[in-house]
């Protein structure tokens, strides 16, 4: 039996850190257990060096040197230090007091800062930090990956869609042929949904709070009840770049999370909808894919080129969505003034951004392996007549002749009908000589509305 003594690509027991490594890559900096470590030290050195500010008596501000220091602690957090702070962990069974006794360790030969060193998590409890940690963690990924990978597919769904803006298909509904429509308006119906999902992510108003153990500042005001520790509080949050929440338990309540998973969770629904579809246009033979040197189908059918990557995208959407929903659903609820099942759920943001990432990629590439068969999605809807019944119809109902529907029914029911039939069915009918000649001229190509305009708009 095989033992590998240290983690690898190959041993890993996610993909995500093993096939898929590579994939997720961009977000470790952002939400891996390194990234909330140094999260956790920015907030913490944000918090003091607001008090720094406050006009304490027993704490003067601090000189800009110190202050470089504390600043260059930030940014200079590495993947040694997240292991030191692990191994401070070790002993004191604390993810967050390890932060704080770091902290302590690496401004003692800092005769200002050790002096200040009970400042560091002054009033604080761990959760004010997390909470915080987690706001900063799930902004940033959303600004530098979620919503450029989101903003990237939708773009290039809007080029496909000018791009065949006038090629004509034959539309399905209940998988039965209906009114034509145009290659490119499908995928512009795409892109303007998931436009819309982009805003919505990016609408959700990331919220913190610094408030103590259960929310109403009672270590602080023991203090310093002459502070006013809510502005104060969103002073520094402000700082951030984040927003108060002036009312919580010992945890922020999570409602602006649960609504940022949502949102990212409906952008994800929205392109697993185009995976599918596209997976059955591939299998109508409207697409080809385009082919790579040394690439197998199948282990016993050469001829096979599969539509792979919308069937890797359509399951780690399903992943994605699943670790989502359960975030969404979880984290808002919580026990009297907390438990700690927020905390262990919490740990799998980059597991569900993760997903999102493998499956955005393998979209985008599935799409870019694309050309277009011209000649299998006209021949079908070329050997569609009977979707004229519609227009014929209508036609009929405007100039007032008697039973259209029925009549265009007892026609193409179940039976269909060539062109030669409904040429036929049209002369026999008693309309004005203009509206005749347009039923006469049409096709099921030329059947498609403002299709062309619309995908051309986008």
């Known amino acids: 039996m095989l033992i590998a003594p240290q983690l690898s690509h190959l041993n890993a027991l996610s993909p995500l850190d093993g096939r898929y490594a590579a994939k997720g890559q961009p977000l470790r900096a952002t939400l891996s257990e390194a990234a909330f470590m140094a999260h956790r030290v920015e907030v913490e050195v944000a918090w003091l060096l607001g008090l720094s500010e406050a006009g304490l008596p027993e704490l003067r501000p601090f000189s800009a040197s110190s202050r470089a220091a504390l600043k260059q602690l930030v940014d200079e957090f590495s993947e040694e230090d997240a292991a030191r702070i692990k191994a401070i962990e070790k002993v004191t069974n604390h993810d967050v007091k390890a932060v704080e006794y770091w902290l302590k360790e690496r401004v003692a030969d800092n005769a200002e800062l050790a002096a200040a060193a009970e400042f560091i998590h002054f009033a604080c409890t761990s959760e004010d930090i997390n909470n915080t940690s987690h706001a900063l963690m799930l902004t940033r990924a959303r600004a530098q990956f979620i919503v450029p990978k989101l903003a990237e597919l939708c773009q290039h769904l809007k080029t496909l869609a000018r791009q065949f803006a006038d090629q004509p298909m034959l539309s399905r509904t209940h998988g039965q042929p209906a009114s034509p429509t145009t290659?490119?308006?499908?995928?512009?119906?795409?892109?303007?949904?998931?436009?819309?999902?982009?805003?919505?992510?990016?609408?959700?108003?990331?919220?913190?709070?610094?408030?103590?153990?259960?929310?109403?500042?009672?270590?602080?005001?023991?203090?310093?009840?002459?502070?006013?520790?809510?502005?104060?509080?969103?002073?520094?949050?402000?700082?951030?770049?984040?927003?108060?929440?002036?009312?919580?338990?010992?945890?922020?309540?999570?409602?602006?999370?649960?609504?940022?998973?949502?949102?990212?969770?409906?952008?994800?629904?929205?392109?697993?909808?185009?995976?599918?579809?596209?997976?059955?246009?591939?299998?109508?033979?409207?697409?080809?894919?385009?082919?790579?040197?040394?690439?197998?189908?199948?282990s016993t059918m050469p001829h096979k080129v599969n539509p792979i990557d919308f069937e890797n995208s359509e399951g780690n959407l399903g992943l994605a969505n699943a670790v989502l929903r359960h975030l969404s659903e979880k984290l808002p609820i919580s026990r009297w003034q907390r438990d700690l099942t927020d905390s262990t759920v919490l740990r799998n943001l980059g597991v569900a951004f993760g997903y999102c990432a493998v499956a955005y990629d393998a979209c985008l590439r599935g799409l870019q392996k694309l050309e277009l068969n011209a000649a299998a999605i006209d021949d079908d809807i070329d050997a569609c007549w009977e979707v004229l019944a519609e227009p014929v119809q209508t036609v009929m109902r405007r100039y007032g002749l008697p039973q259209p529907y029925e009549q265009l029914k007892a026609l193409t029911r179940g039976k269909g009908i060539n062109q030669v039939g409904l040429t036929e069915f049209i002369n026999g009918l008693d309309l004005p000589a203009e509206p005749k000649a347009r039923l006469l001229a049409l096709t099921p190509r030329t059947y498609i509305g403002l299709a062309a305009d619309l995908a051309r708009k986008i």
Request: aromatic share 10%; charged share 20%; glycine share 10%.
């Open 183 to 298: 290659l490119g308006k499908e995928f512009a119906n795409v892109a303007a949904r998931l436009e819309r999902a982009i805003a919505a992510i990016e609408a959700v108003e990331p919220l913190a709070k610094l408030n103590g153990a259960t929310g109403n500042y009672n270590a602080h005001m023991s203090a310093y009840p002459e502070i006013d520790w809510p502005a104060f509080s969103a002073g520094v949050l402000g700082g951030l770049g984040l927003t108060q929440n002036p009312y919580s338990i010992q945890i922020e309540p999570h409602d602006w999370m649960a609504a940022l998973f949502d949102a990212v969770g409906r952008a994800n629904t929205i392109i697993l909808d185009l995976d599918r579809d596209i997976w059955g246009y591939v299998a109508l033979g409207y697409f080809k894919q385009r082919l790579k040197e040394g690439e197998v189908g199948s």
